[in-house]
């Protein structure tokens, strides 16, 4: 028998690390070649991963919640020296949205949270927080970058080193207690400064529901938007007409001719990946004082997963498909998200994200914006309306197909201009959207 290093996969081609959910194989277990031998979650995709090769678990190197690289050896096993081949075990981990996860898989006790990184990497070094006056080891500051700890929650964790000093065990214990001072306001003896009130809320009784480890995701990293950007938010409104009257004439030809069904999402994406490359500041990110504008425009779409929870599948380089490549892509991302059976490349890499909120009846939003990105549109329902329009007679009142537009927007970096000149250029595609089109 020899030892084989069971290493981690790769999972995505953007993916570096994933999160260790849970083992289904203890040390000294048997195992089979292809047999599920642990659970891995990425952003919000989660993996079941296969034993390539047959034999016993003689060492389990990480325990459930660790974060591991891509490439580390994570167990070792006994083998006879067979190291499978074969397509099947070749394949890419099975991937399953977490949406069904609670159900069929062992529950932790401690849940995993991933948020947008608080510690940038060049920062992991020894420094101190001015406003508490605090020293951090590297230690302790690469332990707050793993975990997504930002330094104003470090200054407020307990301290129980010498002089004051914070450490290794300190966070960890600050950890385990479910991090009490997260997202709390940075320690300040300025007397006139505001403080968040200590208050005692009633919260009622009722049904408890333990929120899953996707919604726990969902929830962190809204937070982490609306505290990391001052969001701003522009609305126009679009007559659609032209563009509903299109797509109901041809929807049927368009399915015969192509196999696809002909939605308006691919129509939307369609245009928001033109106003964008009109605007390409729009399709950017921040890095610190650092502006990065994307190079390739992937258009994220909000899509609402059977479970009621939240996902963004992305449609890759937009801006370079036509209208039947996008139907495609777009059709395809919408059924991996019914059926559960996103993959983690499937989830990655986008540079701007759409919100269809009409979907739902609703007239308008105020999305909050997919961090790392700058900007988020939302499309109300199309709606009848009387409209005044123009004519060759004069100024009439019309049946008109109306949609309103809403643009959240971080105003670090975009400025009212650059959020109501995209936005508006958006509904203007919209609105000139040529009925003599043929499919």
């Known amino acids: 028998m020899s030892k084989f290093e069971f290493k981690m996969p790769k999972l995505g081609e953007s993916i570096t690390e994933a999160a260790i959910i849970t083992w289904f194989k203890n040390v000294g277990d048997t195992i089979e070649q292809d047999e599920m031998l642990l659970e891995v979650a990425t952003d919000k995709v989660d993996s079941e991963v296969p034993s390539t090769v047959s034999g016993v678990v003689e060492e389990i190197r990480f325990k459930a919640n660790d974060v591991i690289k891509i490439g580390e050896t994570i167990a070792i096993i006994k083998t006879d020296g067979k ?3 074969s397509k099947k075990a070749s394949k890419k ?10 159900s069929q898989k062992q529950k932790t006790k401690k849940k995993r ?3 947008p990184d608080a510690v940038e990497e060049s920062q992991a070094q020894s420094f ?3 406003n508490s006056n605090q020293f951090f080891s590297p230690l302790v500051v690469s332990i707050a970058k793993k ?3 930002s330094f104003e929650e470090l200054a407020r964790i307990p301290a129980t080193g010498k002089e004051g000093r914070l450490r290794k065990s300190d966070v960890f214990q600050y950890i385990e207690e479910g991090r009490p001072f997260k997202f709390a306001q940075p320690v300040t003896k300025d007397p006139t400064a505001y403080r968040i009130p200590q208050l005692t809320f009633d919260k009622g009784k009722g049904k408890v529901i333990e929120m899953d480890r996707m919604r726990q995701m969902i929830a962190d990293h809204m937070v982490y938007s609306k505290h990391t950007s001052p969001h701003v938010t522009a609305y126009v409104e679009a007559d659609l007409t032209n563009m509903v009257k299109w797509r109901n004439a041809n929807k049927k030809a368009f399915e015969e001719k192509y196999g696809e069904r002909l939605t308006f999402t691919p129509l939307f994406v369609e245009a928001v990946a033109k106003a964008v490359k009109d605007f390409p500041n729009i399709n950017a990110s921040v890095d610190g004082k650092n502006i990065i504008v994307k190079d390739d425009i992937n258009i994220g779409m909000a899509t609402a997963l059977p479970s009621g929870n939240l996902i963004v599948p992305v449609v890759k380089n937009a801006d370079t498909k036509d209208l039947v490549s996008l139907a495609t892509d777009v059709n395809a991302l919408a059924e991996k998200a019914r059926e ?6 499937d989830i990655q890499g986008s540079s701007f994200t759409i919100s269809n909120v009409g979907t739902f009846g609703s007239i308008m939003g105020t999305p909050i914006i997919n961090q790392p990105e700058v900007a988020i549109l939302a499309l109300g329902i199309i709606k009848k309306r009387p409209e005044v329009i123009e004519t060759e007679n004069g100024d009439e009142i019309a049946i008109r197909s109306m949609m309103y537009l809403s643009l959240s927007f971080d105003h670090r970096v975009v400025d009212g201009f650059l959020g109501g000149s995209f936005v508006r250029r958006v509904a203007d595609y919209f609105e000139q959207f040529d009925v003599e089109r043929t499919i």
């Open 128 to 130: 101190s927080v001015s």
């Open 340 to 345: 559960n059976n996103l993959k983690a490349d």
């Open 83 to 85: 190291v499978s081949t």
């Open 93 to 102: 981990p099975a991937v399953t949205s977490s949406a069904v996860e609670a």
């Open 147 to 149: 975990h997504h700890i």
């Open 113 to 115: 949270q991933i948020i």
